[in-house]
């Protein structure tokens, strides 16, 4: 399911929508939070930006990493930025592929252990434990805090436990998980910051003093940030400030970090069992059940995860994923696509997905999003045949100026210039059947694109 190319946070693991326009509502209350800002790399940016168009909601900006170099990095750099608008801002700093259960608990968490963050604490929010989970780290709170009664004072976090220890913090009650949510002021970020790492701060500085300004995105200077020490917020400041609190969160709150996580916070049947797509069921029990598309059949099985995508088929214990990191490890070293590909690949216009290829021809089905367009090009090795079957495309080829609708079909030939656009307000669904020596994504050369994308295409575009 969570994949490189698309991790879980893009997936609608747990409903109609995915994990970060869940977490996107999550922040549209205006009276709450202003804009928020995104860091993510260059892969994932139209997936950010279509997420926020179908949110309904603006970012206040969208920062590209130039290379992975883990959260506090991530949160100084997004700090420099959010404080060119708003120099005494609160920042909120928190991943966009968790669960929350509820939203009006969060906001509330969040006001109140605002007036901590004003006073200079450094505060990440607590989970209490339902189970011992070796999964996640552990906060043991302290004193209430005069500044926000929410808040506690934080005596230490500890890393993620053996099943002994976590048994035990549980039991003790005084223990809760970490969410890996912060609240701070971008100021006292900076300033601890400066102590603890100076050499990171200076290099997000550079990073974001060379940014630049590229459509919707803001690419950080890529030398600068590079350079940037890869270490977590947790390690760089919540261990070693004498600041840091902890908000105690009276809501549902899981990280999905696993299937037996998954199936925990999914609707389940009277038998146990999670289940998502076309799934038929016999005599199974206990078990996660999600299929992309396909039928998928279970006779006799219990506490399994199955999951069936387009490309690839899981069959996993539910309770036992640890295993699976090595797996895709395995899938790597053997140059299996499968391991950080789906079979759907997004694009800013909308996405495609290979249906059957094979020597010489290669199959798509292609949806485009209304008012979007893809860019002029041609192909030197392939020819292409288009069959619209949902909506109207309007097609240049050439000096031609053409609309097709569904049941129609045109050709366009090996070298010609061609460019394809969806002028309905429903999206446009076409076959597209390809046939040459080279069928490859990188037999795209680009002369125009509305996304600033340029060259002839590849991977990441």
Known sequence: MSRRGRPKQFLAVTGRE???????????????????????????????????????????SIILEPCPRNTAPAAVASALVAMERDPGALLLFLPSDHLIADDAAFRKLVAGAAPAARAGKFVCFGVKPSRPETGFGYISAGRRLEEAAGCRA??????????????????????????????????????????????????????????????????????????????????????????????????????????????EASEKDSAGNSLTGDVILQDTKGSYLYSEGQLLAAVGVADLAVVAMHDAVLVAPLHQSDELKSLVGALRAQGREEADSHATVYRPWGNYRTIIAGPRYLVKEIVVQPGRRLSGQYHNHRAEHWVVVEGVAEIERGDERLLLEEDQSLYIPVGAVHRLRNPGDAPLRLIEVQTGSCLAEDDIVRLDDDYGRRGPADENS
Do not use: Y
């Open 18 to 60: 995915s994990l970060i326009v869940q977490t996107i509502r999550r922040l549209a209350h205006s009276d709450t939070f202003a804009p928020p800002i995104f860091v993510c790399n260059n892969e994932h940016r139209f997936l950010v930006a279509e997420a926020l168009r179908e949110a309904g909601l603006t970012a206040g």
């Open 154 to 263: 934080v005596k230490r976090f500890i890393e993620k436990p053996d099943l002994e220890i976590a048994t035990r913090l549980v039991a003790e009650g005084s223990h809760l998980w970490n969410a890996g949510i912060f609240l701070f002021q971008g100021q006292a970020l900076l300033n601890e910051m400066e102590a603890l790492e100076p050499d990171l701060v200076e290099c997000c500085r550079e990073a974001v003093s060379g940014a630049v300004h590229d459509l919707d995105f803001l690419r950080l200077e890529g030398r600068a940030f590079s350079a940037a020490r890869d270490i977590s917020i947790d390690h760089a400041l919540m261990e070693k400030t004498s600041s840091a609190a902890v908000a105690d969160a009276s809501f549902d709150w899981s990280d999905l970090g696993s299937f037996s996580a998954l199936w």
